[in-house]
């Protein structure tokens, strides 16, 4: 694994596209850094911006793919989506038919890479969490609707209560 990956947080920036019509705020340098256009204010500078025009394919390839191979080699890994409501985090992560989010592309590449591929049999396992305004969700939670999820810290091992896990053999 190289140093990039080891232990390392990387930040980047995804600019929301504008409605048709509408031209951005935000200008981007270089790929690594962001400043509001027409401002005299100094850039934010990140370990990577991503334009307007950028796929989530070119933020999966960019940000993500290292962590899925790093987690096929034993390593754990995180990618982590936040912003405020409606800057297109769900949509980065999820995509659509046209532009596959990253937790798709990631099954897939999982999914490609596999040892077992050849053989016809594979499993891996992940998880989604969804965390909106204080409220904390499973992708897959029991019909039942929402409950109260509560941390709880047992002889060194972290355990979530009330977030279900749909175990498939």
């Known amino acids: 694994m190289s140093a990039k990956n080891a232990s390392s947080i990387q930040v980047c920036i995804k600019v929301r596209p504008c409605e048709p019509g509408l031209t951005s705020l935000w200008q981007v340098k270089e790929g690594r850094s962001i400043h509001l256009a027409d401002s005299h204010a100094e850039p934010y500078v990140f370990d990577y911006v ?9 933020v999966f390839d960019r940000m993500a793919r290292h962590i899925v191979h790093a987690c096929m080699q034993g390593f754990n890994g995180t990618i982590f989506a936040y912003g405020q409501t409606s ?15 990253v937790m798709v592309l990631a099954a897939k590449e999982i999914s490609n890479r596999s040892p077992m591929r050849r053989s016809g049999t594979s499993a891996a396992r992940g998880v ?32 979530l209560r009330g977030v279900h896990h749909n175990q498939r053999g």
């Not at 991503?50 to 070119?58: I, L, P, R, W, Y």
């Not at 800057?87 to 989010?101: I, L």
């Not at 029991?142 to 709880?152: A, K, T």
Request: net charge negative; hydrophobic share 15%.
């Open 50 to 58: 991503f334009d307007e025009g950028a796929s989530n394919q070119d």
């Open 128 to 159: 989604h969490r969804d965390l909106q305004r204080e409220d904390l969700r499973s992708a897959k939670q029991e019909e039942s609707g929402p409950q109260d999820p509560r941390v709880r810290q047992r002889d060194c091992e972290c355990e």
């Open 87 to 101: 800057s297109g985090k769900t949509y980065t992560m999820m995509g659509d038919e046209q532009n596959p989010g």
